[in-house]
């Protein structure tokens, strides 16, 4: 298992910038594929974006894509979103996830709530309008 905890969330106003940090603890980090989520009051938790073990694969949801950024650090053991030109709709709970995937070849990632079986905390984004 790894542990994973997200930070970076908070109260922004329509069009700001935030990054959200997830930190990975227990097992071989570079063994999980990764991703970010997030859950709106009322709703279920939507795929937010994906990146393969290496980094090298991203993919993103549409109503993010072009404005959300995934990247990982391995050595770190940390995964970051950057979330440029925020607006309401993007106001949610975020929850960075980790499968584990040590025989995956190529670059591979995972976008559905169901492949992945680690789950952090959540961090509250809220974006002002």
């Known amino acids: 298992q790894v542990q994973l905890v997200e930070s970076g969330g908070g109260l922004v106003q329509a069009g700001d910038s935030l990054r959200l940090t997830c930190a990975a603890s227990?097992?071989?980090?570079?063994?999980?594929?990764m991703g970010w989520f997030r859950q709106a009051p009322g709703k279920e938790r939507e795929f937010v974006a994906a990146?393969?073990?290496?980094?090298?694969?991203?993919y993103y949801a549409d109503p993010v894509k072009g404005r959300f950024t995934i990247s990982r650090d391995n050595i770190k053991r940390t995964v970051f979103l950057q979330m440029n030109s925020l607006n309401a709709d993007d106001t949610a709970v975020y929850y960075c996830?980790?499968?584990?995937?040590?025989?995956?070849?190529?670059?591979?990632?995972?976008?559905?709530?169901?492949?992945?079986?680690?789950w952090g905390q959540g961090t509250q984004v809220t974006v002002s309008s």
């Open positions: 996830a980790a499968t584990y995937r040590p025989f995956d070849t190529g670059s591979v990632y995972y976008l559905n709530v169901a492949d992945y079986n680690n």
């Open positions: 990146i393969s073990r290496s980094g090298d694969s991203t």
């Open positions: 227990g097992r071989i980090f570079r063994f999980y594929a």
